[in-house]
């Protein structure tokens, strides 16, 4: 690889010939060869987007000639839209906390590019970060790339997740089964209703997701190096914001504390934890599934799940819940994420926090697993289980805690009796209760029909 001298204020560094990136990109890349894992695509993005609207505001406050901002905006839009967008950006996760290596990292790409547009010189400090700093650059690319991850991604995938529950829960509303507590018989419950608590939880989680999206769109960019806004314009923010608008069709607007954004990261710590409690959710629905899958002999077998692989180098013909595992697996990560983004949370010091990239980088990752999760549960698990109707109705009709219906009528202790005697001799509840009370057959078989002791409480 044939490499040229470029120069900074530090000196001057071997960078291979063909990089768009100059010197301190270089510099990062040599310093932390630490995991080998660049930003999210999604933050680079975002990062992209901050200096296009840069540019376009300094424009508009006559701070860059038209032809220089002209070529960064183009710039930008030309790696947008290149397929190798992520050669241009190396540098790893674990680098200066600030980020100002990937701050650095797209002004040098975007001003080589810009310099190529122009026919002319085009500085990474003096042009393409012009009014800016990574200190405000790095926690706006934050707040963008998951406002417009969790509106164009996350709030669809688990919209989409909701409305398929819904849609399984009406085609099996007919089939009533066996309630479980503490992993126990209990009484009976509609499929559809036990389906119905998790498009809840989902729902609940979306609507938790969006009550945060305001402040996603509130940014810090225009606070500079510590929020005072030195070497920016009074209205640099508001304009940034007004451009930045129009490229997403997301409604951005300047902090009402720029030093707060900066200094601490409270809303990536919130998003993170709303994000937490859904893979929580995603965690239950998935071990729901597996258990009413489980057998097909020995286990509940309640429903069967799409065989979507073999289950086993060994054992042939067995088929595992792969998909609820896969979600169990995302949930266990995305909580891992919620720790090392709480963690990083608390270290601002003073002025800025110095785990940004790790919020960034944690909290992207987290949406993305959470919203491609979401489809697979919803297109791969969800939709397409089978209801052992035969299974459900035999276990049911065994279940001695269909006496609790009794309860009005004979009283605890003598329903107690039943039970215990109906499970010791493995008889129908209604046989034994037709011999220990003095209840006619009919009557009972009104008292204990499954239905009927669904109702209370109608599907929704």
Not at 14 to 26: D, H, I
Not at 27 to 33: D, H, L, M, S, Y
Not at 171 to 178: E, F, G, L, N, R
Not at 369 to 391: C, G, Q, R, S
Request: aromatic letters at 4%; charged letters at 15%.
């Amino acid at each position: 690889m044939t490499h040229r001298i470029e120069k900074d204020s530090m000196g001057t560094v071997s960078v291979p010939e063909q990089a768009l990136y100059g010197a301190q990109t270089q510099r990062a890349i040599n310093n932390f060869a630490i995991s080998g894992q660049p930003m999210p695509t999604a933050f680079i993005r975002a990062l992209l987007m901050t200096k296009r609207a840069a540019a376009v505001a300094n424009k508009r406050l006559k701070l860059l000639s038209e032809p220089i901002a002209d070529a960064i905006v183009q710039a930008v839009d030309d790696l947008m839209d290149d397929a190798q967008l992520m050669a241009h950006f190396p540098v790893d996760i674990y680098q200066t906390g600030s980020g100002t290596s990937s701050n650095m990292n797209a002004n040098e790409v975007l001003a080589t590019l810009a310099s190529r547009i122009l026919k002319d010189d085009v500085s990474p400090n003096d042009h393409v970060n012009f009014g800016q700093s990574s200190n405000d650059c790095i926690p706006t690319a934050i707040h963008i790339s998951a406002a417009v991850m969790v509106e164009d991604a996350l709030l669809p995938a688990l919209s989409h997740l909701s409305e398929a529950i819904m849609r399984k829960a009406a085609s099996v509303d007919h089939c009533v089964k066996t309630g479980r507590t503490h992993l126990m018989d209990a009484m009976p419950i509609r499929l559809s209703q036990s389906l119905s608590a998790w498009s809840a939880q989902i729902l609940q989680n979306i609507k938790h997701i969006q009550s945060l999206q305001v402040s996603l769109q509130h940014l810090p960019q225009g606070g500079t190096a510590v929020g005072t806004g030195v070497n920016a314009h009074p209205d640099f923010a508001s304009e940034f914001c007004a451009s930045l608008s129009d490229q997403t069709g997301i409604t951005f607007l300047p902090a009402d504390n720029v030093f707060a954004l900066m200094s601490a990261q409270d809303t990536a710590v919130s998003l993170s934890g709303q994000l937490k409690t859904t893979a929580v959710s995603i965690m239950k629905i998935a071990n729901d599934l597996r258990w009413m899958n489980s057998g097909p002999l020995s286990g509940l077998a309640e429903i069967e799940l799409e065989a979507l692989q073999p289950g086993s180098s060994i054992m042939p013909g067995k088929v595992n819940p792969v998909i609820p595992e896969a979600a169990t697996m995302v949930a266990a990560q995305v909580i891992g994420h919620d720790a090392s983004i709480t963690l990083a949370g608390q270290s601002g010091n003073f002025e800025l926090n110095v785990m940004l990239p790790l919020v960034a980088s944690n909290l992207l990752q987290s949406i993305e697993l959470l919203t491609n999760i979401a489809y697979a549960l919803a297109d791969k698990a969800i939709a397409t289980f089978k209801v052992n109707e035969a299974n459900i109705v035999a276990s049911l009709s065994r279940n001695p805690i269909l006496v609790t219906a009794l309860n009005p009528v004979i009283g605890y202790l003598k329903a107690a009796e039943i039970a215990k005697r109906a499970y010791q001799e493995q008889r129908p509840v209604l046989e034994v209760a037709l011999e220990m009370t003095d209840l006619s057959e009919s009557e009972l078989m009104s008292l204990l029909d499954p239905i009927k002791l669904t109702s209370n409480r109608l599907s929704p």
